[in-house]
């Protein structure tokens, strides 16, 4: 249990509409979050009702209509002047479902792409790339093209780029939705092992595979935080009580509410 929870996601009353005034689609409308270092939050919630939207703002990739949003130094806040490439370079790491590898780079180089844009030298780069891929039990496949690997192998390349350059938060979108079950357990427990070991985690999802490992669940609904499925004796109220009973994630309440 974590005494003293270090908040790193602050947003509040966090606005995201689309469409012209009038006839305005709310696909974020007033939530609240807050998520401290350690964290592993899942976002769960029908098609349409905002999590990669969030996910979006919490990237730095798209900016709030309303509210104030702060990722650890960075405020996001509509208004807000952020160093937006700095923060998209070091501030998150962005699994996608559909991994976004570039066909044409090998493991390795899909994989040093975001340090050598930041600067980094080409060795470095390379030993830090391959150290990685190494550490994700990619070591054998480094040298292959991204055509030549299986998903849960293109997902574990994409989950050591977003982790390359070291980011405060990982953010994951879906990231088990085109893997067969073997395979997205096997994603699943690698993203729960580097929030043992100290990572940050939110992630947007439609399965209940990692929910023995989230310390929080938010469910949305229509763009607003809603309370969780009422049901008692569902699957997934068994796999929360399961997760506020685990040791290794901090026991702390989020704040997901609407106003
Ligand atoms: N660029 C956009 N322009 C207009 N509407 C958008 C845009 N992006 C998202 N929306 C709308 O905002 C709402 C929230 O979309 P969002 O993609 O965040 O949902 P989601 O929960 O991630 O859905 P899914 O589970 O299908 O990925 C939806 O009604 C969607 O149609």
Do not use: W
């Amino acid at each position: 249990m974590d005494e003293n929870p270090v908040p790193l996601v602050l947003a509040s009353g966090l606005c995201r509409f689309y469409g012209r005034k009038g006839v305005e689609l709310k696909a974020l409308d007033h939530v609240d979050l807050t998520v401290n270092r350690g964290d592993f939050v899942l976002l769960k919630g029908r098609s349409g009702s905002g999590k990669t939207t969030l996910l979006s703002l919490l990237a730095g990739l798209d900016r709030p209509d309303a509210g104030s949003l702060r990722v650890g130094d960075y405020d996001l806040s509509p208004g807000a002047s952020p160093d937006l490439d700095t923060f998209r370079r070091h501030g998150v790491g962005v699994i996608f479902q559909s991994f976004n590898l570039l066909p044409t780079l090998r493991a390795v180089e899909n994989v040093m792409l975001p340090l050598l844009l930041a600067g980094g030298r080409q060795q470095v780069a390379q030993k830090r790339a391959g150290d990685l891929l190494g550490s994700l039990g990619m070591g054998p496949r480094m040298h292959h093209l991204p055509a030549e690997l299986s998903g849960g192998e293109m997902q574990r390349v994409a989950i050591a780029r977003a982790l390359v350059n070291e980011p405060m938060l990982l953010l994951a979108d879906e990231p088990t939705g085109n893997l067969d079950e073997n395979n997205a357990m096997a994603v699943i427990d690698l993203l729960a092992d580097l929030v043992k070991n100290g990572a940050t985690l939110v992630m947007a999802t439609h399965s209940d595979m990692a929910d023995p490992f989230a310390s929080h669940i938010i469910h949305l609904m229509d763009g607003r935080v809603s309370a969780p499925r009422p049901d008692p004796s569902g699957p997934e109220a068994s796999s929360v009580k399961k997760a506020a009973l685990a040791t290794d994630f901090p026991s702390h309440p989020i704040q997901g509410k609407n106003p």
